[in-house]
């Protein structure tokens, strides 16, 4: 149960502070011109290193269009762990 309660957490932070950690490591990469508002252009993000090594950052690229529904997702995940938690009277799980 902790452990679901850590992952919840850590996914509601990395949801929130990726778009704040990702604007310096955001590169887009396209073949035809778009706009910031086009959402099939590619996106590309810089994940960063295992704690303890400058090693090992990778970058995963998407559509804007796909990295929304993967953060919307993400939240929707959070939020059915804690509203299942509030049901049975245990917060977080």
Do not use: Y
């Not at 452990?3 to 990726?18: D, K, Q, Y």
């Not at 396209?30 to 990778?58: F, W, Y």
């Not at 929304?68 to 509030?86: H, T």
């Amino acid at each position: 149960m902790r452990l679901s309660v850590a992952f919840a957490a850590s996914l509601l932070l990395l949801s929130s502070a990726g778009p704040l950690l990702a604007q310096n490591a955001t590169a887009t990469a396209t073949s035809a011109p778009a706009t910031a508002e086009d959402p099939n252009r590619i996106v590309c993000h810089m994940s960063a290193a295992p704690t303890g090594t400058r090693l090992g950052k990778s970058r995963e690229c998407h559509t804007q269009r796909q990295w929304d529904e993967m953060r919307q997702q993400e939240q929707q995940s959070v939020n059915d762990m804690q509203s299942s938690g509030l049901r049975n009277g245990v917060p977080g799980g």
